[in-house]
Nanobody
Framework: QVQLVESGGGLGQAGGSLNLSCAASRPTFRIYFMGWFRQAPGKEREFVAAISRVQGDTYYGDSVKGRFTISTDSAKNTVHLQLNSLKPEDTAVYYC??????????????????WGQGTQVTVSS
């Protein structure tokens, strides 16, 4: 069973930056994709970004494209999400997720098999 532990987040200012990290426990070799989703109060869970663990291909939701960057460390066991040019509408709980089937529907939350506990990001205007 893969466990995901998120860190980072907190309070940021509009136009500023934050960084989130998600460390995956073994057996990481089972993971094909790692992704980030977010959920604001009263809203559905929204796809933010994903990365293929081996090839490093990246995918972004339209609302964050050009502002957020997803990456992995050299061991490919930790995924990072750099949040730049923050907006108040980025305020949400951010969840890390891992997909072990390799189907590639990276923007679909239902495709992910393991989830982190979530970390709060709050952006003030």
């Amino acid at each position: 069973q893969v466990q995901l532990v998120e860190s980072g987040g907190g309070l940021g200012q509009a136009g500023g930056s934050l960084n989130l990290s998600c460390a995956a426990s073994r057996p990481t070799f089972r993971i094909y994709f790692m992704g980030w989703f977010r959920q604001a109060p009263g809203k559905e869970r929204e796809f933010v970004a994903a990365i293929s663990r081996v090839q490093g291909d990246t995918y972004y939701g339209d609302s964050v494209k050009g502002r957020f960057t997803i990456s992995t460390d050299s061991a490919k066991n930790t995924v990072h999400l750099q949040l730049n040019s923050l907006k108040p509408e980025d305020t949400a709980v951010y969840y890390c997720a891992a997909e072990v089937n390799g189907y590639g529907y990276v923007s679909h939350a239902d495709e992910y098999d393991y989830w982190g506990q979530g970390t709060q990001v709050t952006v003030s205007s």
